[in-house]
């Protein structure tokens, strides 16, 4: 009988739990018996041993919950390598867990700062299996995330309903959305809630053109603009500057995020009333949606497929529609831009859509 450890790490989404029982569902059919140890709130639980035999019975009923039955955190790479406070080896400890427990394998879901550590347990000769999560859908490697469209869903929902507060007060409307360093989930609401402007970390934009933009569609008789903008925006000007010279200037800039600084920028240019809506965490909040649902359930059930062929090291992916694997090590680390060139931000733009470039 097979003895299965699992984890979920780094910032939450929806879905985490539909595709954790997508692996037991799929292990109860092609395994049988198994056990599983669900490790609490991440890595942290596999480093401090703290966790909790699971039954099919905790997976039950929870396809459509948000959140992680397991909980998680967010455990840096980079500090991996780097003792706790009392001194204690984390990747060692983490080995022994895993040795403790005579585990065939660890299941891990997580984004990419967690599919590094991941490959490094990899390397450390553990058997791992990792799903890929995050609502940013960043993954190198993978055409979609889980997690992505449930996001997207929630940051349309906050656009459509900004739409008509928008149209009757005749306001510029800057509506963040997250996405960390890239512009996934802002580029596909923009699309789906009908934004004017989309605004996103790979393409960087000038505020002369954004401005332009709003004021050409006053003079198109539509007297409120709604900009979909990425926390990661950049302008062009600031995207020339080096990394420690942008860090510096963020450090004393006067608003605490982009939205707000273009909110203040194009009110003076523009003399229109703007305002700011950051939907934040909702977007990784509540229920999956259907789309997320099946994926999630599919992945899970590939993960389960894995462990029955004993196939591990991989990561599971979507490629179009289809599941398949890539080797951690060749994924790990590896993030996944937005191009200017692809068909979609060209079709944005055939559609009228300003990116301020
Ligand atoms: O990676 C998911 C994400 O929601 C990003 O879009 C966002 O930048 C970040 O996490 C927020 O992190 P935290 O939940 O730690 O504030």
Same mark, same amino acid.
């Given at each position: 009988?097979?003895?299965? @450890? ?16 997508? *692996? ?9 018996? #198994?056990?599983? $140890? ?9 480093? $401090?041993?703290? $966790? ?8 039950? =009923?929870?396809? /459509? ?19 706790? &406070? ?7 400890? !983490?080995?022994? /867990?895993? %040795? ?6 660890? *299941?891990?879901? =997580? ?31 993978? +055409? !979609? ?10 940051? /349309? ?18 509506? &963040? ?30 505020? %002369? ?6 004021? %050409?569609?006053? &003079? ?64 990784? =909040? ?5 789309? +997320?649902? #099946? ?16 196939? $591990? ?6 490629? @179009?529609?289809?599941?398949? /694997? ?15 060139? +692809? ?15």
């Amino acid at each position: 009988m097979k003895r299965i @450890g699992m984890l979920t790490s780094g910032g939450d989404c929806q879905s985490l739990n539909a595709t954790m029982r997508g *692996v037991v569902k799929g292990l109860n059919v092609l395994e049988g018996n #198994v056990e599983i $140890y669900g490790f609490i709130d991440g890595y942290k639980g596999l480093i $401090y041993g703290n $966790y909790k035999r699971l039954t099919s019975q905790d997976f039950s =009923g929870i396809l /459509t919950t948000g959140g992680t039955i397991l909980g998680t955190s967010r455990q840096p790479f980079k500090l991996m390598r780097t003792p706790d &406070e009392n001194g204690l080896d984390k990747v060692e400890a !983490m080995k022994a /867990t895993y %040795r403790y427990l005579d585990l065939d394998c660890l *299941v891990i879901l =997580g984004g990419n700062g967690s599919q590094k550590t991941a490959n490094l347990l990899r390397e450390e000769g553990l058997n791992i299996v990792s799903l890929p999560k995050t609502i940013d859908n960043d993954l190198w490697g993978t +055409d !979609m995330t889980f997690g992505f469209q449930s996001a997207v869903d929630i940051a /349309t929902q906050t656009i459509d309903r900004i739409h008509t507060t928008a149209a009757s007060h005749n306001r510029v409307f800057i509506v &963040e959305l997250m996405g960390h360093k890239v512009g996934w989930v802002t580029l596909h609401a923009g699309i789906a809630g009908g934004a004017d402007i989309i605004l996103i970390p790979e393409i960087p934009y000038d505020l %002369r053109h954004v401005i332009e933009a709003i004021k %050409r569609r006053n &003079e198109h008789g539509k007297q409120f603009t709604i900009l979909a903008v990425a926390e990661g925006a950049i302008s062009k000007e600031d995207a020339q500057l080096s990394k420690k010279q942008y860090k510096a200037k963020l450090a004393k800039r006067k608003y605490s995020t982009v939205g707000y600084e273009l909110a203040s920028q194009i009110e003076k240019a523009t003399g229109q009333e703007v305002r700011v809506t950051i939907p934040g965490h909702t977007q990784r =909040g509540g229920s999956p949606v259907p789309f +997320d649902r #099946v994926i999630s359930s599919r992945l899970g059930v590939a993960a389960a497929e894995l462990i029955a062929k004993e196939d $591990y090291g991989k990561l599971l992916i979507m490629k @179009g529609y289809d599941v398949t /694997t890539l080797p951690l090590e060749k994924t790990a680390g590896k993030l996944k831009y937005v191009s200017p060139d +692809d068909q979609i931000v060209l079709q944005a733009k055939h559609l009228g859509i300003s990116f301020g470039d």
